[in-house]
């Protein structure tokens, strides 16, 4: 089983900036592919940006050229680092990621239990 916990949310200005981490911790054989998802009120969850364990990112338009996704994979973290935020930019934040646990042939995900970004001036 591998738990997510993250932490970095808060209340900032618009153009302000927030850094978002993630750390995962339980029994796993490997841990795959990380991301950032985020749900705003009202509104279905979202992909924010992915990252492999190679290092390999992608992000939706919303987030290309404002945020920065990384990792630490000798200490299962995932960052999130959010610059020139909008008002727009205002969901609750969820950690993902994808594990393989031991003696097992396939990936299982994990969430965290998220948090909460408000971009308001």
């Known amino acids: 089983q591998v738990q997510l916990v993250e932490s970095g949310g808060g209340l900032v200005q618009p153009g302000g900036s927030l850094r978002l981490s993630c750390a995962a911790s339980?029994?796993?054989?490997?841990?795959?592919?990380m991301g950032w998802y985020r749900q705003a009120p009202g509104k279905q969850r979202e992909l924010v940006a992915t990252i492999t364990s190679g290092g390999i990112t992608t992000y939706t338009d919303s987030a290309q050229g404002r945020f920065t996704i990384s990792r630490d994979n000798a200490k299962n973290t995932v960052n999130l680092q959010m610059n020139s935020l909008k008002p727009e930019d205002t969901a609750v934040y969820y950690c993902?990621?994808?594990?393989?646990?031991?003696?097992?042939?396939?990936?299982?995900?994990?969430w965290g239990q998220g948090t909460q970004v408000t971009v308001s001036s």
């Open positions: 339980g029994t796993f054989f490997s841990m795959n592919a």
């Open positions: 993902n990621a994808a594990f393989r646990p031991v003696g097992f042939p396939r990936d299982f995900y994990a």
